[in-house]
């Protein structure tokens, strides 16, 4: 009896010790721009990197330490392209919950893809504004966007 409570005490005690996020983190590196907002207006802009991302939040690296607590919008290069022909970006909301350094972590608000700038003329996208339904894991996997 005293061994399983014991046991019970450890595995909680471990569980607020460690580590708490509940959503699944992917090691994924992807080129993002970032723009810091506060009341609908732009205040900073930059580039970076993802470290990594999950379904609530996103970890990434630029060249200067960004300011806990404000608005921040992303936009990454997505590396599927949608139909094979238009590239997309994925556009996140989301607020500086930590900062360290060039590491920045935020948790997602709102994201939505959308098609890329096209750099050949030939190609007529979607307007940047136009959501695109998210693709499943299987086409992501295999870069098909049907």
């Known amino acids: 009896m005293a061994r399983m409570a014991c046991e019970e005490q450890t595995n909680e005690t471990q569980s607020i010790a460690g580590d708490?996020?509940?959503?699944?983190?992917?090691?994924?590196?992807?080129e993002l721009?970032?723009?810091l907002i506060r009341r609908k207006r732009v205040l900073d802009t930059g580039t970076g990197r993802t470290l990594d991302l999950s379904s609530?939040?996103?970890?990434?690296?630029?060249?200067?330490?960004?300011?806990q607590g404000l608005n921040v919008e992303l936009s990454l290069?997505?590396?599927?392209?949608?139909?094979?022909?238009?590239?997309?970006?994925?556009?996140?909301a989301g607020r500086i919950v930590?900062?360290?350094?060039?590491?920045?972590?935020?948790?997602?608000?709102?994201?939505e893809f959308r098609t890329a700038p096209s750099e050949n003329h030939n190609i007529r996208p979607i307007s940047p504004r136009?959501?695109?339904?998210?693709?499943?894991?299987?086409q992501l996997q295999f870069g098909k966007a049907h």
């Not at 609530?56 to 300011?67: A, K, N, S, W």
């Open 20 to 30: 708490r996020r509940h959503d699944r983190r992917y090691d994924i590196h992807l």
């Open 33 to 35: 721009r970032w723009k």
């Open 56 to 67: 609530g939040g996103i970890l990434f690296e630029t060249d200067r330490q960004l300011p």
């Open 77 to 92: 290069a997505w590396p599927v392209m949608l139909h094979n022909v238009a590239p997309l970006q994925l556009v996140i």
């Open 98 to 111: 930590r900062s360290a350094g060039q590491r920045t972590a935020i948790q997602m608000v709102q994201h």
């Open 130 to 138: 136009t959501p695109i339904n998210l693709l499943t894991n299987a």
